[in-house]
C-alpha cells in the first residue's frame, strides 16, 4: 500500500467546512483512496473512498486531485460530533488488512 | 439495516484465565477481520475470514490466540491464558466481498487482563 502523509491535528469552527488534506504521492494506479475516523472510544467508521473521480455521499465529499498524488476530505458543515482522528488510506482492491497511520486529529470547536 | 455487533462490550479478567469475544457481521458479508487497539495506537491487525477459504492468520501474536468462524457468520476470538499485555480492545469488522475494502466495524470489546 502507498504511504499516505497527514498532518497531526486540525481545528475547526463548528458550522464551518473542515478540510482534511492528504498525501499519497506514490500510490499505485490500482490503489483507491479510502477514508475512515475514529471517534473516541468508538470502532473505526467508513467514511467515504475514490480512485480518481470526486465522490460526495451523505457524510462527505472526497476530492482528488488529477495527479492523484494528493486528496481532500471535506465535511461540509462541521459538527462537534465530528471530533475524531481521521485515517487517510491507499489501498489496492484486493487486499485484506487495513492498515491505520497517525491521522489528524480533527478538533471541532463551538 | 444492524451493523457489527460484539460482545462482550467490556470484559476484565485475571491473568491466566481465557477469554471469548464474539463478532456478529453485518448479514450476508462474506468478509470477516479481527485487529485490536492498544492505549494510544493504530490497528493491530490479528486475522481474517472469507468464505470457506482457510483464514489468514499470519496477525495472531501468539499460540494462544485463536479465532473460529462458523457456518460462515458468527466468529469467536479466543485467548487463553491471558496476560496483561492482551490488555486492548479488540475490533472486529466485516465487508460484502473481500475484494472491497470498505469494512464496517464493530464498536469493539475492551478486555482488562489483570
Known amino acids: 500500500d502507498a504511504k499516505t502523509t497527514q498532518p497531526p491535528s486540525m481545528d475547526c469552527a463548528e458550522g464551518r467546512a473542515a478540510n482534511l488534506p492528504c498525501n499519497h504521492s506514490?500510490?499505485?494506479?490500482?490503489?483507491?483512496v479510502y477514508w475512515y475516523r475514529q471517534i473516541h472510544s468508538q470502532g473505526p467508521q467508513y467514511i467515504i473512498h475514490?480512485?480518481?473521480n470526486n465522490e460526495t455521499n451523505e457524510m462527505a465529499s472526497l476530492i482528488i486531485t488529477e495527479d492523484r498524488k494528493s486528496s481532500t476530505l471535506i465535511l461540509p458543515h462541521a459538527t462537534l460530533r465530528d471530533t475524531a482522528v481521521y485515517y487517510c488510506?491507499?489501498?489496492?482492491?484486493?487486499?485484506?488488512?487495513?492498515?491505520f497511520g497517525a491521522g489528524t486529529i480533527l478538533r471541532v470547536k463551538s | 439495516g444492524a451493523g457489527v455487533s460484539q460482545s462482550p462490550s467490556n470484559k476484565v479478567t485475571e491473568k491466566g484465565k481465557d477469554v471469548e469475544l464474539r463478532c456478529d457481521p453485518i448479514?450476508?458479508?462474506?468478509?470477516l477481520y479481527w485487529y485490536r487497539q492498544s492505549l494510544g495506537q493504530g490497528l493491530e491487525f490479528l486475522i481474517y475470514f472469507q468464505g470457506n477459504s482457510a483464514p489468514d492468520k499470519s496477525g495472531l501474536p501468539s499460540d494462544r490466540f485463536s479465532a473460529e468462524r462458523t457456518g460462515g457468520s458468527v466468529s469467536t476470538l479466543t485467548i487463553q491464558r491471558t496476560q496483561q499485555e492482551d490488555s486492548a480492545v479488540y475490533l472486529c469488522?466485516?465487508?460484502?466481498?473481500?475484494?472491497?475494502?470498505?469494512?464496517?466495524f464493530g464498536p469493539g470489546t475492551r478486555l482488562l487482563v489483570l
Open positions: 488510506i491507499a489501498r489496492a482492491p484486493y487486499g485484506n488488512k487495513l492498515v
Open positions: 506514490t500510490i499505485s494506479g490500482n490503489e483507491y
Open positions: 475514490g480512485l480518481k
Open positions: 448479514s450476508g458479508h462474506t468478509a
Open positions: 469488522a466485516s465487508s460484502p466481498e473481500w475484494y472491497q475494502e470498505t469494512q464496517y
